[in-house]
């Protein structure tokens, strides 16, 4: 079993910054990929950012520029850094982990990031 623990979050004004964190724990067998995905009332869950092994990193084109992924490998840890936030950054986060064995998913249980206008 892997455990994705979330902090951070919580209530901001437009323009403003916040940090989401992320640490795995558990049984695991080497991971591949660590990130975020959000899903926003009456919307489908989409990807945020990822932090792939071997250091490369995919953003979704609406946070580029805005946001920041970062992985540290020896502590099974993500962290994005989000800035210039949006309104339509209003989501529920959720931290995300792919293993290397047989591609194998975790997800945290998510952590509310709510941007006023």
């Known amino acids: 079993q892997v455990q994705l623990v979330e902090s951070g979050g919580g209530l901001v004004q437009a323009g403003g910054s916040l940090r989401v964190s992320c640490a795995a724990s558990g049984t695991i067998f080497g991971i591949d990929a660590m990130g975020w995905y959000r899903q926003a009332p009456g919307k489908q869950r989409e990807l945020v950012a990822l932090a792939k092994s071997g250091g490369s990193t995919n953003y979704a084109d609406s946070v580029k520029g805005r946001f920041t992924i970062s992985r540290d490998n020896a502590k099974n840890t993500v962290d994005l850094q989000m800035n210039s936030l949006k309104p339509e950054d209003t989501a529920v986060y959720y931290c995300?982990?792919?293993?290397?064995?047989?591609?194998?998913?975790?997800w945290g249980q998510g952590t509310q990031v709510t941007v006023s206008s």
């Open positions: 995300y982990l792919r293993q290397f064995l047989m591609s194998k998913e975790s």
